[in-house]
């Protein structure tokens, strides 16, 4: 294949490509959120329409109970290995959304960077292996390899229909490797190559005292606060170093090995410049494994929500009858998502204070953690493509977020999942001003384009090898 | 003084009485939110109408930094004891709204009673020597003895601008005693005398981990997560029986004396009923006190409202740069509020857990807790006219919640307060589908006819004396 062409062409199309990626971002594909539902089905129309556009001769929007599931396929000719692309259309919430400099689904460019809510995770990720597409087929004629795309919209709320999706349509889905445009560089500069992510387990807790909101002034002392007991329910799920102590969590977690942490140390980790980027003035966690290894490799008990009571202005003199809180559950080979959702209720029956009563809801977006062989041809194929644009070997890493499609296609496709994707953890993922640099837009086109090419010298016995 | 006719007076003006209450209550005068600043005014307005038409013949609306103060004086002749009555005009915020059975502004009679917000606390209160005082004009010609009324429109936010309106208006509100309109008998059979009250002190604690909110895969695990902190600090504000454990936080109160328990034993109380109409399994609380004595003699630090991260559906994997919780402290004699106030900062300062920066801000409105002389003969007068009227002796006792203006008045005009009010406990005030029992209007009202008469026969000087 011709990769110059492949280069020129994509300099060329660079502002037209842009263009439809920013039309991509203004599509307000919020999965969380119920009132954007037509908006996620909107992006899951318009990115089925680019696979037309890109030449996928085969499109189709797919129903699941949740939000749809676009659907490509460009078969070129038999014999050649098939690769299934997987990627996400829809988007986190917003929120706090007085904390964007510019609106989150008015996609603006500034300091060589695009910003957006879902500029990196996952639509300019998505967007990155289509545009290579583009250059392929305006070069080439068509992909030397044929090609599936599976893109979900229920990404951000755990893919909840995405496993029922490919037990009912496994041959549809069939290939030999699949491709996650969903993942993330080390940094700009740091080629890397994922070989695993961490599971996730989520559940919410609901405290209930009275049958109704009271005057803290006429029961306050007597009658149990339900923010006190949950305050002290979750205070009691991490020591003092920040280790979990719900009875039961570190179970069935391996050892991690001498090698294992050695390959982590590679990863240059600055503690200062990280906190000083953060704006913290010290981290926390285990204090038995590095901050580096607590982020990938080690399994996390996170509260992302808590509220009950006023919030209001000023004071209310109330004693709340109900409180909560959203906890998520990051975790790493063997460690099973529901076991560790029943350890929760388990250390909530045993630890809750007397006077208020607590439910435990299972959410049903979880995934168990993924590892990739060391020695698979993909990660060889795919170090090759990014040494030629970066100009250096990646660094292979295992990363701490949650992919579930990992688990999801290796488990139901029985097909390993190689990680190429071209943002960086500093993107602001998840938070307010999230971005994409353009230049590292650039590079992901021209890496796609280096990986279709690898890996069609590969067999499709090859890539299916465990 | 006639009472009969009195009597007479209130049975036939009863549905006019209720009509103009119920005007009143439409009135959403919530002090707490900015958004409702004009219905505060409104209600002053209309409060110093209704002032009017009783035949009060000086009435002033007086401005604050905050919400306007309705002023009353009515000087029947000199010699007369003159007593000032006190009540508020403003109500809570009516938050959770969809709890409501009748929408909180719009008053509905049902079971015997109006619910409303304010319906007790404090709008139904303050009517009532008002209709009281309808009743003793029309058939007197004047009251007995000479009247001020002072209705304040930021009781539930702790009375900010009253300190400040007392030391500028000494001489407009000079009286022998004061008379609280605001407060509450033990219940509907009991009638009672509340000789002292609680104090207040205020804080919002503000917890900031990181610059701003992270993907908790990414992050979690080693950067600080503020939910964590502040929970951890909020669990360590009581120990495991509900004792405060805020270092100093006891250290001024006085010891409870036997006598003080056995008045406190006298009033009965129930400990499964009282768990049943809460709806809660069990009690919580100092073991060393009673369950009547931690919600009336002992301090409290009870959190108001607490939030942090999502707390929208599903699930959002954040981890959150920011968390916060309100907290409000019952105080009892000898307690001061900006000591105790301090006390919590310092166990901020040496308890908030690392990584995570910690802000206490105090909120104005604070107040030191108030006991009345129990030999007062406006004890007597007030006993005489609550037997009149309920057929029996009252029980004095002293409540759990807090009256800014005991101890404004007392420290500010050296008058001493006497309460005199006839909501309940169980009205809900502070909570949803709060109401006013129509007997204990009544009651209310014949009661104030009573007391009128019988404080007309002491001389100033007994009332002014401690």
């Known amino acids: ?35 954007h539902k037509d908006a996620v089905a909107q992006a899951a129309a ?36 098939t690769i299934l692309i997987y990627g996400h259309y829809d988007v986190q919430p917003v929120d706090p959304v007085a904390l964007w400099e510019s609106p989150p689904f008015e996609p603006t460019v500034r300091d060589g960077a695009l910003f957006a809510r879902g500029a990196t995770d996952d639509k300019g990720s998505l967007y990155t292996p289509i545009a290579a597409l583009d250059a392929v087929r305006e070069t080439a004629g068509a992909p030397p390899l044929n090609l599936k795309f599976l893109f979900e919209g229920e990404e951000e709320i755990g893919s909840p229909s995405l496993g029922p999706f ?37 559940v919410q807790i609901d405290a209930r005292g009275a049958r109704t909101d ?25 020591d003092a170093q920040g280790r979990v102590t719900v009875e039961g969590f570190y179970d069935e977690v ?36 590095t901050p580096a290894e607590r982020v990938t490799v080690r399994p996390t008990l996170e509260i992302n929500g808590i509220w009950g009571g006023f919030q209001g202005e000023g004071i209310k003199t109330v004693l709340p009858a109900e409180a909560h809180a959203k906890i998520t559950c990051r975790l790493v080979p063997d460690q099973d998502p529901d076991r560790i959702a029943g350890a929760i209720e388990a250390h909530v029956r045993r630890h809750g204070p007397a006077g208020v009563s607590f439910t435990v809801s ?62 960086e953890p500093d993107n602001r993922m998840h938070a307010p001003n999230e971005f994409f640099r353009l230049a590292s837009f650039e590079r992901g086109t021209r890496a796609y384009v280096r990986l279709f090419d690898a890996l069609s010298r590969l067999t499709p016995e090859a890539l299916r090898a465990s």
Not at 392 to 408: A, M, N, W
Request: hydrophobic content about 45%; proline content about 7%.
């Open 254 to 289: 391996r050892p991690l090995s001498d090698a294992d942490r050695r390959e982590i140390a590679r990863v240059p980790f600055d503690d200062a410049s990280y906190r000083a980027q953060l704006g913290v003035t010290s981290l926390t966690g285990e204090p038995e494994y």
């Open 214 to 238: 009271l005057h803290s002034g006429v029961y306050g002392g007597a009658v149990p606060n339900p923010i006190h007991a949950l305050a002290a329910l979750l205070a009691g799920m991490h």
């Open 1 to 35: 294949m011709n990769t110059a062409a492949a280069d020129a062409y994509l300099r060329k199309a660079r502002d037209r490509h842009l263009e439809e990626l920013t039309a991509f971002l203004r599509i307000a594909s919020v999965s969380a959120l119920p009132a």
């Open 362 to 423: 299972r959410f049903p977006g979880k995934a168990r953690a993924y590892l990739m062989p060391s020695n698979h041809p993909g990660l060889a194929a795919a170090a090759r493509a990014l040494k030629d644009v970066y100009g250096k070997d990646p660094v292979r890493v295992r990363i701490g977020g949650t992919l579930p499609v990992s688990d999801l296609l290796r488990d139901g496709l029985g097909m390993w999942l190689l990680f190429f994707a071209f943002g």
């Open 46 to 81: 318009w990115l089925a329409e680019r696979l037309r556009t890109a030449g996928t001769p085969e499109v189709r929007v797919l129903p699941t109970a949740g939000h749809p599931i676009v659907y490509g396929r460009w078969h070129v000719r038999d014999g050649l290995p």
């Open 166 to 202: 490919i037990r009912e349509h496994r041959a549809l889905l069939e290939a030999d490797l699949a491709v996650s445009a969903d993942g993330s560089m080390l940094d700009a500069a740091t080629p890397s190559l994922t070989i695993g992510n961490r599971g996730l387990s989520a």
